[in-house]
């Protein structure tokens, strides 16, 4: 396969964020050999309207683990911060800083800085903080710098203030809105019970407790997949249905054209 021996590590802030930025891409990474880690930065515990935020971590871990095998990941690290309550301290710098190392990555997805969610913008903000730094050796000296320094690209989302993100890689997931919508699916919490308020009609297209699978994956592919995923493939005048976006870093190992073609091949 092309990509073995290559590594990739997703942070997200809360536990569904990788999978909702990432997924249709980290699935091509894992088909090409390459191994992919999640992380989540919080434990989002608190993004529900009945369940108390001790039980839902609990749920929300478990539902990372039933997306990690949707798609074929090394692992799911839910690091135990609280949701809402995210921050780029020294403290949390170091031991994403050290969680980085131990995976050496060759590539890292992360959130934009200029993003709706305090805890998103943590997050990307504690990746560029740490992007420098994972190569530096007095910093963080119990766990040492690996031969690979990581490239790290920015996952989409649609905000244009300052401004849009800039595609520089563009990956075709058209052929995997099923995987996609599956993995989504792992984390009912989230996405069949959170978040339908927040979207027109998705409360009354809710699928049943005994829809089918397909009825499930419909109800994911309009209200997830449609909106961001073929949205960005249109605004970016792509020539496929369903898209993932991301821009390559300033912070973080500067991959070539070429190289970026090699690390992408799908
Ligand atoms: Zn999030």
């Known amino acids: 396969m092309r990509l073995d021996g290559i590594r990739v590590m997703v942070i997200g802030a809360h536990p569904d964020d990788a999978d909702v930025y990432a997924s249709g891409t980290a699935a091509k990474f894992v088909a090409e050999g390459a191994q992919v880690v999640f992380v989540s930065m919080t434990n989002g515990d608190k993004g529900h309207?009945?369940?108390g935020c001790a039980e839902l971590a609990a749920r929300r871990k478990g539902e990372t683990q039933a997306a990690a095998r949707c798609l074929g990941l090394e692992d799911y690290v839910v690091l135990d911060h609280p949701d809402c309550e995210l921050e780029a301290?020294?403290?949390?710098r170091r031991e994403l800083t050290r969680l980085i190392r131990r995976f050496a990555p060759h590539l890292i997805f992360t959130h934009r800085t200029c993003d709706y969610h305090a805890d998103h913008r943590a997050c990307g903000t504690l990746v560029m903080d740490a992007a420098y730094l994972l190569g530096v050796p007095h910093w963080c000296p119990d766990v040492p710098v690996p031969d690979t320094a990581p490239a790290v690209f920015l996952m989409s989302d649609p905000f244009t203030t300052p401004r849009a993100i800039r595609p520089d890689v563009a990956v075709d997931v058209s052929?995997?809105?099923d995987l996609m919508a599956d993995c989504l699916l792992c984390h009912p919490s989230q996405f069949l019970e959170w978040l339908p308020p927040e979207q027109e009609g998705a409360l009354?297209?809710?699928?049943?407790?005994?829809a089918?699978?397909?009825?499930r994956r419909a109800f994911i592919r309009r209200f997830w997949l449609d909106p961001y995923k073929a949205n960005d493939a249109r605004r970016f005048g792509l020539p496929f249905a369903y898209a993932e976006v991301f821009e390559q870093s300033e912070y973080g190992r500067q991959l070539t054209p070429a190289a970026i073609?090699?690390?992408f091949p799908f």
């Open 49 to 51: 309207r009945t369940m």
């Open 89 to 92: 301290t020294l403290e949390n």
């Open 175 to 177: 052929d995997r809105l």
């Open 204 to 210: 009354e297209a809710l699928p049943a407790p005994d």
């Open 212 to 215: 089918t699978l397909e009825e």
């Open 261 to 263: 073609r090699d690390l």
